[in-house]
């Protein structure tokens, strides 16, 4: 569904993607874990064609994406949520969501057919319809993100560190509508440095360091890889098994 192919991206003359490339198939969870300023949220951005990439190629379901404009990426069926929620706080929970949809603005039908189904992912977000986002608690806030991310309907969702700065009980909700997200048949690519929760809900997983893939696997494989759980989990290499 998306590929990238040895693609190199710099902030005026700061490198910081060094020939990323990374694959992801129709329907999976894929998690990309690495150290903060590896280049994850740089790999998201070259996508959403927020900064063009200096180098490499950008297919998404076969068709080169790297120079078109952001609107038409989202047309073709990629969104983000991205890094810190960014939710427009003196906006309402309903107005953010109608700006999800601004690419079908003109069919208030699909609008209203689309809020509905958000609605039943987010029951809260129903309650909270006209009340100004920025008065939403974090986790509010990330669910609002989400919805306002599906209200384009996309193929591909990326999401940018979703558990950010949320208490416990809200980092396990928000992953538990990921999950549900992805059941219902969305892709996802999940930038996380909760690497353990992220290799929970991901079929696989790529590591970044210093804007390059070191290491990709099975989820499962990676969660038992020594290296992965030195660096990334905070725990011993794994024992042997008696
Ligand atoms: N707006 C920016 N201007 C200059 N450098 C940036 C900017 N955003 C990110 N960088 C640099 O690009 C590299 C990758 O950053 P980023 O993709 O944000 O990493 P991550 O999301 O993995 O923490 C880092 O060296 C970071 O300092
Ligand atoms: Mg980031």
Redo the contacts with the bound molecule.
Sequence with gaps: MLRLQSVEAAYGSVRALFGLSLEIREREVVCMIGANGAG??TTLRVVTGALRPTQGEIQFLGRPIASLRMSEIVRLGISCVP?GRKVFSTMTVQENLEIGGYIRRHDKRWLADTMEQIFTYFPILRDRRTQLAGTLSGGEQQMLALGRAMMSRPKLMLL??PSMGLAPLMVERTFEAIQNIAKAGTTILL?EQNARMALTVADRGYVVQMGRIVMSDTAGGLLQNDQVRQTYLGIGARKEDP
Excluded: A, F, L, S
Aim: glycine share 0%; no cysteine.
């Design positions: 994850k949220t890094e940018d560190e930038v």
